[in-house]
């Protein structure tokens, strides 16, 4: 019986993902590093550190100048997020949380970004969401179960009473380490271990969804 949500929200809610990208490439291009749109689908989903490990490959760098581009990358990430407004959600989520909400479902967000509540606050979703999982909430991150786990307890739930969406393969994989239930949005390539694949949340409802989920045998 579900009784909660718990959303992702870079990529799910808002597509962030693109704003990460153009943060990384101004980063990559000050280093002069090859980087490019088709690299950056390697970090979707990816933590801040792992996202600039992938980016620097066998690169030697010191542990000062890591540290030193992580804060680089994010400062031009922190500017980029400040000009978002609600316009910014991705199609069809508001209506989704909207729905969710009117049924007395629980709403969660279970991100592995540090600025995750700056940009709930932008979306202006601030007064939707029951709790917030964010960079700051666990130390393992996806695709371990922590940060989904930390969620559903801020909600009271259970993790067989939870939905998770992703868009990312690592956070569908925490999702299931979870035991909750995984609805994953994109290419089957990337998300195709969830319960329930679909292309995005255009179009969907928490009426179709609790058909497509109850109808799967666990
Ligand atoms: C999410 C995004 C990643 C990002 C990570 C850390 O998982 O999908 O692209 O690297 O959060 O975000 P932060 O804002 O803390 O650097
Ligand atoms: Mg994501």
């Not at 597509?15 to 689908?41: C, M, S, V």
């Given at each position: 019986n579900i009784q909660g949500f718990i959303f992702d929200l870079d990529g799910v809610?808002?597509?962030?993902?693109?704003?990460?990208?153009?943060?990384?490439?101004?980063?990559?291009?000050?280093?002069?590093?090859?980087?490019?749109?088709?690299?950056?689908?390697?970090?979707?989903?990816v933590s801040r550190r792992a996202s600039l490990m992938l980016i620097i490959g066998d690169r030697a760098y010191s542990e000062a100048q890591i540290e030193e581009m992580m804060e680089r990358k994010n400062r031009y990430y922190v500017e980029l997020i400040q000009h978002m407004t609600p316009k910014d959600l991705l199609p069809g989520a508001i209506a989704l949380l909207d729905e969710l909400r009117q049924a007395g479902i629980k709403i969660g967000i279970g991100s592995a970004s540090k600025n995750a509540q700056t940009v709930i606050e932008r979306l202006g979703i601030a007064d939707k969401i029951d709790a917030i999982a964010d960079g700051y909430s666990v130390q393992q991150p996806k695709p371990a179960p922590d940060l989904f786990l930390y969620a559903a307890k801020q909600l009271g739930l259970e993790p067989e009473q939870s939905v998770v969406v992703e868009d990312a393969a690592a956070g569908v994989e925490a999702a299931l380490a979870a035991g909750m239930w995984a609805v994953g949005l994109g290419p089957a390539e990337r998300v195709g271990a969830a319960h329930v694949v679909l292309p995005s949340l255009a179009g969907i409802t928490w009426a179709d969804l609790r058909v497509k989920l109850s109808n799967i045998a666990r």
């Open positions: 809610l808002t597509d962030t993902a693109e704003l990460h990208y153009l943060a990384w490439q101004k980063l990559a291009d000050e280093e002069g590093i090859p980087f490019n749109r088709e690299a950056n689908e390697a970090l979707r989903g």
